[in-house]
């Protein structure tokens, strides 16, 4: 009966990119995430998603995704699979609607991470449940709402506060560049010659929310959040060598760092390389929040899996 309702009465709802969501949802999602983790950390059980099931499909390598979704499922009460295209159908060319079409009959969530975001466009055209990115090349949506979440629990509201991104212009760039429209902030954004942002590709033509700066020292000046990524994202393997020369001038180190506002955070999604695109100085320095990021992967995405299976509920104080 609970999924015929699902299907028939809520419109069914995907989170594939970050302006998937408006501010209102994110607000909404945000306070569920912060009453979810005060339950979780007082050992309260919170079971609304008893008897529903999480496929989780991988393309590429995880931790923290594979873990925050998995744990998050079975703390909320359901069940997670995973499913690795190594050794499912979809490995050896089922093609993705085929694969859309059965795996959603079985469960009642779908998270991907996959190469080109096309694939979970196309996944989520014939899939019967919602479907969640958990990362493709060219957007990281899960990792920005932990994110902005983190912000928040820190310093409070994002909106008019300025975030350096410095190195590669990759999927968590694209990302943190959709959700300065949303949140009305501004992104100061250093790439190395070469690898300049795209931002018609994402949607972004026109927007006056970021800022290009060829010296990442001039990006960082005065700023409240400074925060990077690999050089060499999962699928640029064969040009990691070539990246490591042409993003050399590109690391957070304590000096760049400096020039931000002195409360500034320092944010990585991670993994990280100590010595590449941060210091260990800055990653485990007192202005790094980087594990704060990754645990409030779990939270964030709790409330989202509650949101796009239960819709919205009330949320006791
Ligand atoms: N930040 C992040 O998505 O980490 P994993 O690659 O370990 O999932
Ligand atoms: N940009 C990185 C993020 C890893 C979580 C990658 O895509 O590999």
């Known amino acids: 009966m609970v999924r015929a309702v699902i299907c028939l009465d809520m419109s069914l709802k995907h989170f594939l990119q970050f302006n998937d ?11 569920r995430a912060r009453w ?25 390598s995880s931790t923290r995704t594979r873990l925050s979704f998995e744990a998050g499922m079975h703390q909320l009460g359901g069940a997670a699979i995973y499913l690795s295209t190594r050794d499912t159908q979809l490995g050896r060319g089922e093609p993705v609607e085929d694969a859309a079409r059965v795996i959603s009959r079985m469960v009642d969530l779908v998270m991907i991470r996959t190469f080109q975001h096309e694939t979970v466009q196309h996944f989520a055209q014939y899939s019967r449940v919602p479907v969640i990115n958990g990362l493709t090349d060219e957007y990281h949506p899960c990792q920005i709402m932990s994110d902005i979440f983190t912000y928040m629990e820190h310093r409070g509201r994002i909106e008019g506060k300025t975030v350096a991104w410095i190195g590669d212009s990759n999927n968590m760039c694209n990302t943190w560049l959709q959700a300065a429209e949303i949140f009305n902030f501004k992104v100061n954004v250093s790439t190395p010659p070469g690898y300049d942002i795209d931002p018609a590709q994402i949607g972004l033509a026109g927007s006056l929310h970021y800022e290009k700066f060829v010296s990442p020292h001039e990006a960082v000046a005065g700023v409240d959040l400074v925060t990077t990524d690999v050089w060499t994202s999962m699928g ?3 040009e990691a060598e070539q ?9 957070v180190d304590a000096e760049m760092l400096a020039l931000a506002k002195k409360d500034a955070l320092f944010m990585h999604c991670l993994p990280a390389h100590r010595g590449e695109e941060v210091s260990a100085e800055v990653l485990d320095g007192p202005q790094s929040v980087v594990w704060d990021e990754a645990e409030n992967r779990l939270h964030t995405q709790k409330a989202l899996m509650e949101y796009l299976l239960l819709g919205k509920l009330e949320t006791a104080t």
């Not at 079971?47 to 099931?53: A, S, V």
């Not at 990246?243 to 690391?251: I, L, Q």
């Open 21 to 31: 969501f408006s501010r209102e949802e994110y607000e909404y999602l945000f306070e």
């Open 243 to 251: 990246r490591k020369n042409d993003f050399a001038e590109f690391c």
């Open 36 to 60: 979810i983790k005060q339950e979780f950390k007082a050992y309260r059980q919170y079971w609304p998603l008893t008897d529903r099931t999480l496929a989780m499909i991988f393309d590429k």
């Open 236 to 238: 640029f393997e064969a």
